[in-house]
T-cell receptor, first 117, second 112 residues
Framework: NAGVTQTPKFQVLKTGQSMTLQCAQD?????MYWYRQDPGMGLRLIYY???????DKGEVPNGYNVSRLNKREFSLRLESAAPSQTSVYFC????????????????FGEGSRLTVL | GEDVEQSLFLSVREGDSSVINCTYT??????LYWYKQEPGAGLQLLTY?????DMKQDQRLTVLLNKKDKHLSLRIADTQTGDSAIYFC????????????FGSGTRLSIRP
């Protein structure tokens, strides 16, 4: 099983350009997430989708949009990239439902390194 | 809102015990987690503790939870060079069972 797959792995953008980060999971998970990782800041939640058809803002949603295309896929879009969005982006998924021994473990992709010049 | 804090760096001698500390704000958190990130990789779950437990042991790992002080710690016994990584504390937010908030991560380095 591939688990969580993110594309692209690397991207360089100019200020003002737009792009979409793609994420897909093959574990039939209900919940999906986008985090960004910056030195000294840890992982900060951008948006999450508790289940297909729903999305919610996390800690740092400004400048981003998301789409939960179906149960498998959750994309992150930067409409007008800014240098402050230079970061490593991680997609994750989890079972998401309470109970039944579900611990809420997150499964992460390998990350997408984005540089905005 | 939810917040998780941890120190940024820890250096220990090989063979000693490592203790990584974390404080959190959401007293209603159901689960608290420790994730490990090796260089160039995503995070992987190391261990977790349910909020009604005080301690959990798993081989070389011991997790201690002090709910009164909202303090979580991870002890790694007999630290090895392969334990070099960034360790993240995380909590499951009470406001949404699907929302997981991470700390800043503690970079553990091992000296000979």
């Amino acid at each position: 099983n591939a688990g969580v797959t993110q594309t692209p792995k690397f991207q360089v953008l100019k200020t003002g350009q737009s792009m979409t980060l793609q994420c897909a999971q093959d574990m039939n998970h209900n919940s999906m997430y986008w985090y960004r990782q910056d030195p000294g800041m840890g992982l900060r939640l951008i948006y999450y989708s508790a289940s297909e058809g729903t999305t919610d803002k996390g800690e740092v949603p400004n400048g981003y949009n998301v789409s939960r295309l179906n149960k498998r896929e959750f994309s992150l879009r930067l409409e007008s990239a800014a240098p402050s969005q230079t970061s490593v982006y991680f997609c994750a998924s989890s079972e998401g439902r309470e109970g039944g021994g579900n611990t809420g473990e997150l499964f992460f992709g390998e990350g997408s390194r984005l540089t905005v010049l | 809102g939810e917040d998780v804090e941890q120190s940024l760096f820890l250096s220990v001698r090989e063979g000693d015990s490592s203790v990584i500390n974390c404080t959190y704000t959401d007293s209603s958190s159901t689960y608290l987690y420790w994730y490990k990130q090796e260089p160039g990789a995503g995070l992987q779950l190391l261990t977790y503790i349910f909020s009604n437990m005080d301690m959990k042991q798993d081989q070389r790992l011991t997790v201690l939870l002090n709910k009164k002080d909202k303090h979580l710690s991870l002890r790694i016994a007999d630290t090895q060079t392969g334990d070099s990584a960034i360790y993240f504390c995380a909590e499951r937010a009470h406001s949404s069972a699907s929302k997981i908030i991470f700390g800043s991560g503690t970079r553990l380095s091992i000296r000979p």
